[in-house]
């Protein structure tokens, strides 16, 4: 029996990967779930998978919660960063769900990486913001992080084993790869008239023609900048370089990404689009379990199409790339400007088209920081914010 924490737990991630673990109740108990503020998510999700520890960031959603909790259930209500790093370092874990969207999840995250943990990566953030503080501790601690997003995911069961007990420090080179293939979908607005871009609203942006996702992950699908962070984490858990990492536009996300080896094989992964699969990966590896995900219908999938990224009409997608060329400073403020930015935009303060030039004009004020840990890097974001919402006042 492993028991498991769930960084995210109200998040559909976090509710994904509780229902994968319910149909295993031999092999997975929750030790611990963990969410910002959503009391009534929280309160079904405990009363339906009874966690040892219940905790809520949000000092007044754990009081609420405390209250309304029946007094028969043995679940703990927990708040407080010190107590929340203990929930993903305790003895009694051996599996940390990091599904934190944002910046919000680095410092959990890497607490479950420092505690030589099974991190089952769904926050690529943690490795846009630090990935090569990041990679160092998941080395020194000898955790295990596995990635969850279906794109990485996808590569890593492409890969050879013995790339698959590298992550981190892959050799792509001698494994024979030439390319690892990121496939996207190019999100709702692949074939909108590009004038119309800038009128378009949060709904729309939201409404993902495959996935169903929060809104801030469904807006980056919209502006491909969630493709963009996706580039930067595959850097850093693959060791690729630029010449090794190239971004396909797959609208019927079947094809969740694939590995070009040098004697001209590509190996895909493919399955119909449901998180519970790369979930149901992570956490039975190296072996599978049931997903309760229903199998892929090749009669019924039809046409697979491929299309070459267009940067006029995703501009996001180009400066992440750009920005995981300039090195760590550079990510750090992209990362930082596009939650704000996104943010902005579900608020209805900037339009659409506005996102891309809040998180320009933030790369612009790039000055040299030294990054040597993981208060430079805070201190960055923070900084990068600030920008943001300085831009943000002007539009």
Same mark, same amino acid.
Request: glycine letters at 6%.
């Given at each position: 029996?492993?028991?498991?924490?769930?960084?995210?737990?109200?998040?559909?991630?976090?509710?994904?990967?509780?229902?994968?673990?319910?149909?295993?109740?031999?092999?997975?108990?929750?030790?611990?779930?963990?969410?910002?503020?959503?009391?009534?998510?929280?309160?079904?999700?405990?009363?339906?998978?009874?966690?040892?520890?219940?905790?809520?960031?949000?000092?007044?959603?754990?009081?609420?919660?405390?209250?309304?909790?029946?007094?028969?259930?043995?679940?703990?209500?927990?708040?407080?960063?010190?107590?929340?790093?203990?929930?993903?370092?305790?003895?009694?874990?051996?599996?940390?769900?990091?599904?934190?969207?944002?910046?919000?999840?680095?410092?959990?995250?890497?607490?479950?990486?420092?505690?030589?943990?099974?991190?089952?990566?769904?926050?690529?953030?943690?490795?846009?913001?630090?990935?090569?503080?990041?990679?160092?501790?998941?080395?020194?601690?000898?955790?295990?992080?596995?990635?969850?997003?279906?794109?990485?995911?996808?590569?890593?069961?492409?890969?050879?084993?013995?790339?698959?007990?590298?992550?981190?420090?892959?050799?792509?080179?001698?494994?024979?790869?030439?390319?690892?293939?990121?496939?996207?979908?190019?999100?709702?607005?692949?074939?909108?008239?590009?004038?119309?871009?800038?009128?378009?609203?949060?709904?729309?942006?939201?409404?993902?023609?495959?996935?169903?996702?929060?809104?801030?992950?469904?807006?980056?699908?919209?502006?491909?900048?969630?493709?963009?962070?996706?580039?930067?984490?595959?850097?850093?858990?693959?060791?690729?370089?630029?010449?090794?990492?190239?971004?396909?536009?797959?609208?019927?996300?079947?094809?969740?990404?694939?590995?070009?080896?040098?004697?001209?094989?590509?190996?895909?992964?493919?399955?119909?689009?449901?998180?519970?699969?790369?979930?149901?990966?992570?956490?039975?590896?190296?072996?599978?379990?049931?997903?309760?995900?229903?199998?892929?219908?090749?009669?019924?999938? #039809?046409? @697979?199409?491929? &299309?070459? *990224?267009?940067?006029?009409?995703?501009?996001?997608?180009? +400066? %992440?790339?750009? $920005?995981?060329?300039?090195?760590?400073?550079?990510?750090?403020?992209?990362?930082?400007?596009?939650?704000?930015?996104?943010?902005?935009?579900?608020?209805?303060?900037?339009?659409?088209?506005?996102?891309?030039?809040?998180?320009? #004009?933030? @790369?612009?004020? &790039?000055? *040299?920081?030294?990054?040597?840990?993981?208060?430079?890097? +805070? %201190?960055?974001? $923070?900084?990068?914010?600030?920008?943001?919402?300085?831009?943000?006042?002007?539009?």
């Amino acid at each position: 029996m492993q028991q498991v924490t769930i960084l995210g737990a109200t998040g559909s991630i976090g509710k994904s990967t509780l229902d994968v673990m319910a149909k295993h109740p031999d092999q997975y108990s929750v030790f611990a779930l963990v969410a910002h503020r959503n009391v009534d998510e929280m309160h079904a999700l405990c009363l339906s998978h009874q966690p040892q520890y219940a905790h809520m960031v949000d000092e007044k959603s754990a009081a609420l919660l405390k209250q309304q909790l029946p007094s028969h259930l043995h679940t703990q209500v927990t708040t407080g960063v010190d107590t929340l790093k203990g929930l993903v370092s305790a003895a009694e874990v051996d599996i940390v769900m990091a599904a934190i969207v944002g910046a919000a999840g680095l410092l959990p995250t890497l607490a479950a990486v420092e505690a030589g943990k099974r991190v089952l990566l769904a926050n690529k953030e943690s490795l846009v913001m630090s990935g090569q503080l990041f990679i160092e501790a998941m080395q020194q601690s000898g955790a295990i992080v596995l990635p969850v997003d279906s794109e990485h995911n996808a590569i890593f069961q492409c890969l050879p084993e013995s790339l698959q007990a590298s992550i981190g420090r892959c050799d792509l080179n001698q494994a024979g790869i030439a390319q690892i293939l990121l496939t996207g979908s190019g999100g709702p607005f692949l074939n909108a008239e590009l004038a119309d871009l800038s009128s378009m609203s949060p709904a729309q942006a939201c409404r993902h023609p495959n996935w169903s996702m929060g809104p801030k992950i469904s807006v980056d699908s919209a502006t491909m900048m969630n493709k963009g962070l996706e580039y930067i984490e595959a850097k850093w858990l693959f060791n690729a370089s630029s010449d090794k990492l190239k971004v396909v536009i797959h609208p019927q996300s079947v094809i969740h990404s694939m590995v070009q080896y040098q004697d001209g094989s590509v190996v895909a992964q493919m399955g119909n689009p449901d998180m519970r699969t790369p979930i149901a990966h992570c956490l039975s590896y190296p072996k599978r379990i049931v997903s309760g995900v229903e199998p892929l219908d090749f009669f019924k999938v #039809g046409q @697979l199409s491929f &299309i070459e *990224p267009d940067f006029n009409r995703f501009p996001c997608l180009g +400066l %992440a790339i750009e $920005a995981c060329h300039q090195g760590q400073e550079a990510t750090t403020i992209l990362n930082a400007a596009n939650e704000i930015a996104v943010q902005a935009f579900l608020d209805g303060k900037i339009g659409f088209t506005d996102i891309c030039r809040v998180n320009e #004009g933030c @790369l612009t004020r &790039i000055t *040299p920081h030294s990054l040597n840990k993981i208060d430079d890097i +805070l %201190a960055l974001d $923070a900084q990068s914010r600030h920008y943001a919402l300085e831009y943000i006042a002007k539009c």
